[in-house]
C-alpha cells in the first residue's frame, strides 16, 4: 500500500496518483492535512493500527510514504481546552496537549521512516534558511553574503554601500489564497532594498534578513529526488517585473524557460547538501552569474515543481511515481 499525505488542492498530487494507477495496481490511501476525517489510532511499541474513514491499514500494510504536504494528518485527536474562569489554566493545558500532539507525531513520523521507503521531510516545510546556508557553504557551494540585523542603520549602511541588496522572509513567506468571496491572495517576495523600504522604520526594527544581490545570467530550479537531478533554467533577469523575484510573473511576456544539465560537481555538492539537511526530494533555488558562478540561495522540500515539469517536459511526477510503486513491486 502507498500512503500519500497531502492537501486537498495540490494539483502535483493528483498527477502522481494518475502515475501510480498507470504503472502499478497497487492501493493507494490519501490524507489531506486540511480535511477532517473519523480517526481510530492505536500504537502499540513499534507497530501502529489505522481507520481514516473507511481506509484501515496496519504499518506492516504500508510499503511506501510520500509526505507531499502538511506536518501531522490526524486533526481532532485532542480536544481543545475550554475554561474560561481560567484562562492561564487552559492555556497551559492547551500548551500541553500540543506537547502531546507533537510527541505522537514524531514518533508516528519514527515509525514511517524506519518501517516504510519515505519520499519526503516530516518536518513539513522548507529548512532552517540560515542553517542551510551554512550547511551549503561546508559542502563547498557558493551562497551570497548575508547579515541578519534589527538596526535601521545596518540597513542604510548597506544601501549607502552600492553593492546592492535584497531582503526577504527568514522563513516561509506569506503565502495565503483568501478562499472566501474576495477571492484574494496574499503574498511577500524577495525586494530589493531601498531607501524608500527603510522610509518610516525606527531605528529598532524586527530583525531582517539582507542578502547580497547576485547579477545573474539566469535563475535555476533544481528538482531532486535521491540523486537525480532535473534542472531548468530561467530567464528572468531581462524583466524588471521579474528580475529581482520571478514570482512576480509577467503573463503578458513569460521568461524563457528551458532544461538545464547541471555541472556533475555541483550535483555532488547538492547530493552532499541534501544528505546534511536528512533530504531526499525537493527544489534547490539557485543563481548562475555572469561569469558562470553558481549560487545557492534555499531549499524548499515541498515546492511546486509541476509548471516547470510541464514546461520543460521533465517527468516529475512520473519519476515520484515510479520511486513510490518501486518497493510495492518487490513485495
Known amino acids: 500500500m502507498i500512503l500519500i499525505f497531502s492537501n486537498s488542492g ?8 494518475r ?17 477532517e476525517y473519523s480517526v481510530e489510532l492505536t500504537i502499540s511499541d513499534d507497530d501502529f493500527s489505522v481507520r481514516v474513514d473507511e481506509d484501515a491499514f496496519g504499518l506492516e500494510d504500508v510499503t511506501s510514504v510520500w509526505l ?25 493545558l492547551q500548551h500541553k496537549l500540543d506537547l502531546e500532539n507533537r510527541t505522537l507525531r514524531d514518533h508516528f513520523h519514527d515509525l514511517l521512516r524506519r518501517r516504510s521507503a519515505v519520499l519526503g521531510s516530516a518536518n513539513g516545510s522548507a529548512p532552517n534558511k540560515l542553517v542551510v546556508l551554512g550547511r551549503a557553504r561546508e559542502v563547498g557551494l557558493r551562497t551570497p553574503p548575508y547579515s541578519v540585523s534589527n538596526l535601521r542603520s545596518h540597513a542604510q ?14 522563513s516561509d513567506g506569506l503565502y495565503l489564497f483568501d478562499t472566501t468571496e474576495s477571492r484574494t491572495g496574499y503574498f511577500t517576495y524577495t525586494e530589493a532594498l531601498e531607501p524608500r523600504v527603510l522610509e518610516g522604520v525606527g531605528e529598532r526594527m ?12 539566469f535563475e ?39 532544461p538545464f544539465r547541471l555541472p556533475p560537481e555541483i550535483e ?10 536528512d533530504l531526499n526530494t525537493g527544489s ?47 513485495v
Open 268 to 277: 555532488a555538492k547538492l547530493s552532499l547538501l541534501a544528505r546534511s539537511l
Open 19 to 35: 502515475w501510480i494507477d498507470h504503472l502499478s495496481d497497487a492501493k493507494v490511501v490519501r490524507i489531506n492535512a486540511d480535511e
Open 284 to 330: 534547490f533555488d539557485m543563481i548562475v552569474d555572469a561569469h558562470g558562478e553558481y549560487y545557492l540561495l534555499e531549499v524548499n522540500p515541498v515546492g511546486q515543481f509541476g509548471p516547470l515539469s510541464e514546461r520543460c517536459n521533465m517527468a516529475i511526477e512520473r519519476m515520484i511515481a515510479e520511486r513510490l510503486v518501486a518497493r510495492e513491486q518487490r
Open 68 to 92: 507531499r504536504k502538511g506536518g501531522f494528518w490526524f486533526k481532532g485527536l485532542f480536544p481543545s481546552v475550554a475554561a474560561p474562569e481560567h484562562p492561564a489554566l487552559a492555556r497551559h
Open 206 to 217: 524586527a530583525p531582517s534578513l539582507f542578502q547580497r544581490y547576485v547579477d545573474k545570467a
Open 157 to 170: 549602511s548597506l544601501v549607502a554601500s552600492g553593492c546592492g541588496y535584497v531582503t526577504k522572509a527568514m
Open 220 to 258: 535555476l530550479r533544481v528538482f531532486f529526488l535521491d540523486d537525480q537531478f532535473r534542472a531548468a533554467a530561467i530567464f528572468s533577469q531581462s524583466d524588471a517585473q521579474t528580475r529581482v523575484d520571478y514570482r512576480k510573473y509577467n503573463s503578458e511576456r513569460p521568461n524563457r524557460v528551458v
Open 10 to 17: 495540490d494539483p502535483s498530487t493528483l498527477d502522481v496518483m
